[in-house]
């Protein structure tokens, strides 16, 4: 398995345990934090999985060349 598959899988566990600790969040405060720190993994995989998506030498091009920004006075001229 490569590390984008470890990934995925890793993100429908937590997925997962996400979903049968909704059911209980409201009635426990252990629950609620640990229901919240899954939440925080959750999101630090998917970015790690966007980081892996992403083609080096494309981001390397990209913080080369300027980017040019829209004025809303831009649209008027």
């Not at 209980?24 to 892996?52: C, G, R, Y």
Request: charge should be positive; glycine fraction near 0%; proline fraction near 3%.
């Amino acid at each position: 398995m490569d590390n984008k598959q470890l990934l995925k899988k890793r993100i429908e566990q937590i997925e997962l345990q996400i979903k049968r600790l909704s059911q209980s969040t409201s009635s426990n405060e252990v629950s609620e934090s640990l229901h919240n720190s899954l939440i925080l993994q959750k999101a630090i995989l998917k970015k790690d999985l966007e980081n892996l998506n992403k083609n080096p030498l494309v981001e390397k091009i990209k913080k080369i060349m300027p980017h040019q920004e829209k004025l809303i006075c831009d649209y008027f001229n």
